[in-house]
């Protein structure tokens, strides 16, 4: 009776321990296998980390940075080709379409936070943004403190919002959220008068405001909302395929390739206008280089 409790035991384990096997066995690495393609999550206006360039074809500092990743892959992986298909999303529809195997690799403009490691998984950071707000000059704004009763642009999908809320100058201010599909619908709204502000991350705000009609029209101002680790996001719960990834990233870091890629994006002209952001690297990314980390934004901002 002993023996057959212990081997009923033995196989209830076994049974019970079968999910995971099979998730070990499988996940994206397999079904990048598999298929012999995988699949890009890409932003159509996140300038300069990822967005359509004059031929409608995604460029950025973050799809140069995916495509190191797929190299790695196809090395791990022992595959000579690998098809590359490019998914546009949003901020709305970005995690979703990572979580439910639609996009292998989201290669954007995510913020890495709390909750959203929830859900997902982050390769480690590969930019760090400040939140703030564009204005137009000519508008005098300098700080959220002058935005009561004015409408203020966001992206749908984003936490810009709250994070104005939250901020002790914007606790008390009134103002009217309207809400942009995209940046590039975002920013619209602030350059037809729509909105006096459009709150976002730094570079983004920087990218649109060099590619604009008239860049000369406006200014980042205000507070710094919050610190930012921007990085690519997979699907949760996939030890292998995160590995692969994390080596692939740390690599160019390791190898100084992560700088000559920022170079070219931040500080060069790029598409479509030729112009350049002229957007120094920041002492906290320099650090993060030297000493990879995919810890989320709460680890940045905590007081």
Sequence with gaps: MIRRAAAVVSLTLVILALPAL???????????RDSGSITMGIRESSLPLSYLDDKQQPVGYHIEICNRIVDALKAHLKMSALKITHTPVTSQNRIPLVTNGTVDLECGSTTNNEARKKQVDFAPTTFVTNVRMAVKKASGIKSLSELNGKPVATTTGTTSVQLMRAHEKGKHIDFKEVYGKDHADAFLMLETDRAVAFV??????????????????????????????????????????????????????????IDKLYAKWFMNPIPPKGASLNFPMSDKLKELIKTPSDAPAEAYNRK
Excluded: C, H, W
């Design 22 to 32: 099979a998730q070990d066995a499988g996940g994206t690495l397999k079904k990048v």
């Design 200 to 257: 976002m991350d730094d570079n983004l705000l920087a990218g649109l405001i060099v590619t604009s009609k008239n860049p000369n029209d406006y200014v980042i101002v205000g507070e710094v909302l919050n610190i930012e680790p921007i990085a690519i996001m997979l699907r949760k719960d996939d030890p292998a395929f995160k590995a692969v990834v994390d080596d692939a990233v740390k690599a160019l870091m390791k190898s100084g390739e």
